[in-house]
């Protein structure tokens, strides 16, 4: 069962930034594509969360859950939690025209999503 969790936060990862993302990137100007984003990401983050939850639980209800299975869950749940955090100040560096704090907190959250997505990769295998 814990399999299952995984696999779901790989596809929702690959599904939100290489599809939804750049399409309404393409379909929209760049205030309505703010907005979107705005109301969609939050959703995005809490969702990876409660499925990385999800796989701890799984994982606890298993007999031969391994270590580095906990891990991966565990971390997944709390990078997801991170990115939701710093949601609030992506925004207000975006709204105050602090481009310099937008793109260390940009970058952070591409790369603990980056890092989730590739750790759910390896999850099956270890």
């Known amino acids: 069962m814990d399999l299952y969790f995984p696999g779901m936060i790989v596809g929702i990862i690959v599904l939100q930034t290489a599809i939804v993302a750049p399409t309404l990137f393409k379909n929209l100007d760049i205030k309505d594509f ?3 984003i705005r109301a969609l990401w939050p959703k995005f983050f809490v969702f990876l969360s409660v499925l990385g939850a999800a796989t ?3 994982l606890f209800l298993e007999d031969a859950a391994s270590t580095a299975r906990y ?6 749940t709390l990078f997801a939690v991170v990115c939701y955090a710093i949601i609030p100040a992506t925004n207000r560096a975006t ?3 602090n481009q310099k704090l937008f ?3 940009h970058k952070t959250s591409v790369y603990l999503t980056v890092i989730m997505l590739l750790m759910n990769i390896a999850y099956p295998f270890v």
């Open 103 to 105: 793109n260390i907190l």
């Open 34 to 36: 703010g907005k979107v």
């Open 71 to 76: 891990v991966i869950a565990g971390m997944t």
């Open 95 to 97: 709204d105050e025209g």
């Open 56 to 58: 701890l639980v799984a």
